[in-house]
């Protein structure tokens, strides 16, 4: 009954916080705020919210939060999302036929290596089933390849500037044959083939926003090409090739990042089209519908379904409304459905 008073008076402080916040950031915009000490940055709401409820806050949560009150204070967040939590009705474990259950504890397969350090999360998983083996990548820059076929793994961590480079999302590239990634400001393609002491790879950059996520767009009509699709933190979604002569002919005179060779981003073509008034959340490429799917926690562009043409002739795209946006998606080619999850 204690910890339920605290939590309730941490809840009320809470919202208070958040209500300065958004007048704060409101007369920001309308030019009628003057700093003074009780100015509110994201140190000062970063620290009131440890203050508040300790380590039961990521820190990407509380980021998230703030990013999204200031950049739309009238659409204030609720606040389960501090604790990366959505609202409404859930079923118990004891409802459940054991039948519907996805995973048995008893059928999990565990992986004894540890292929992140604590205080890492994996942040993406993609399985490649012609080579037989998963691709993962943490958030902490840590790309690990396992393969089911060697029952072995390998892995690489990427440090720039003595720094850990923050991976979003992942993917295969089938033709090239290279592992791809993205950071806030690089796209990675890693040789996962070379040596572990000598890795090699190459990083496009700068990119001028955040990259969220990445998909292949699966196309088997030339095998010294692969073709990536990205999502942003400002809604836009990018259509990349990449060949084999890029390698070569594109590489920056900046010169290497660890055993990486720096390619500059200003050298390829990347159309680009604003689909979504939100951050990126997924993106996935269906070659049963030839058409790409990205969804967002828009309200109005929430899921967008349409040939990756459109993100260079600009016609019209297929887009759904949802209420809060779209978190995830997927396609079933048996039932002929899209599954999307807000």
């Given at each position: 009954a204690l910890e339920l008073i605290d939590f309730k008076n941490a809840l009320e402080q809470f919202h208070d916080l958040v209500e300065k916040l958004i007048i704060q950031k409101t007369k920001e915009r309308s030019g009628l705020y003057t700093k003074d000490d009780d100015e509110i940055d994201y140190v000062k709401f970063?620290?009131?919210?440890?203050?508040?409820?300790?380590?039961?806050?990521?820190?990407?949560?509380?980021?998230?939060?703030?990013?999204?009150?200031?950049?739309?204070?009238?659409?204030?967040?609720?606040?389960?999302?501090?604790?990366?939590?959505?609202?409404?009705?859930?079923?118990?474990?004891?409802?459940?036929?054991?039948?519907?259950?996805?995973?048995?504890?008893?059928?999990?397969?565990?992986i004894t290596h540890s292929v992140v350090?604590?205080?890492?999360?994996?942040?993406?998983?993609?399985?490649?089933?012609?080579?037989?083996?998963?691709?993962?990548a943490s958030q902490k820059g840590v790309l690990t390849v396992f393969s089911k076929k060697r029952k072995s793994f390998f892995s690489y961590s990427f440090y720039f500037h003595q720094a850990p480079t923050w991976i979003n999302g992942c993917d295969f590239l089938p033709n090239l044959k290279y592992v791809v990634a993205v950071t806030e400001s690089t796209v990675i393609l890693w040789d996962y083939k070379s040596k572990e002491t000598q890795s090699d790879g190459f990083v496009i950059k700068p990119m001028?926003?955040?990259?969220?996520?990445?998909?292949?767009?699966?196309?088997?009509d030339d095998l010294a090409k692969d073709t990536i699709l990205m999502g942003d933190d400002r809604g836009y979604v990018y259509l990349l090739?990449?060949?084999?002569?890029?390698?070569?002919?594109?590489?920056?005179?900046?010169?290497k990042e660890s055993q990486f060779k720096a390619l500059d981003s200003?050298?390829?073509?990347?159309?680009?089209?604003?689909?979504?008034?939100?951050?990126?959340?997924?993106?996935?490429?269906?070659?049963?519908?030839?058409?790409?799917?990205?969804?967002?926690?828009?309200?109005?562009n929430s899921f967008i379904l349409d040939d990756i043409k459109r993100l260079e002739d600009h016609l019209p795209v297929k887009e759904f409304s949802v209420p809060k946006g779209v978190n995830a998606f997927t396609y079933c080619g048996k039932a002929k459905v899209i599954v999307t999850g807000g």
């Open positions: 970063y620290r009131t919210i440890r203050t508040l409820f300790g380590p039961a806050v990521k820190d990407q949560n509380v980021q998230a939060f703030f990013r999204k009150v200031m950049s739309k204070p009238d659409k204030r967040p609720e606040w389960p999302e501090i604790f990366g939590c959505f609202t409404g009705g859930s079923v118990g474990v004891s409802s459940l036929a054991k039948e519907s259950m996805v995973l048995l504890v008893s059928e999990k397969q565990q350090k604590r205080k890492d999360v994996i942040k993406g998983i993609v399985k490649v089933p012609l080579l037989h083996f998963t691709v993962t001028k926003n955040c990259m969220l996520c990445v998909c292949t767009v699966t196309m088997a090739t990449i060949t084999s002569d890029d390698f070569i002919m594109k590489q920056s005179k900046v010169g200003e050298s390829f073509d990347i159309p680009k089209r604003k689909l979504h008034d939100d951050w990126v959340g997924k993106i996935r490429y269906f070659s049963a519908l030839k058409c790409f799917g990205s969804c967002s926690t828009d309200s109005i």
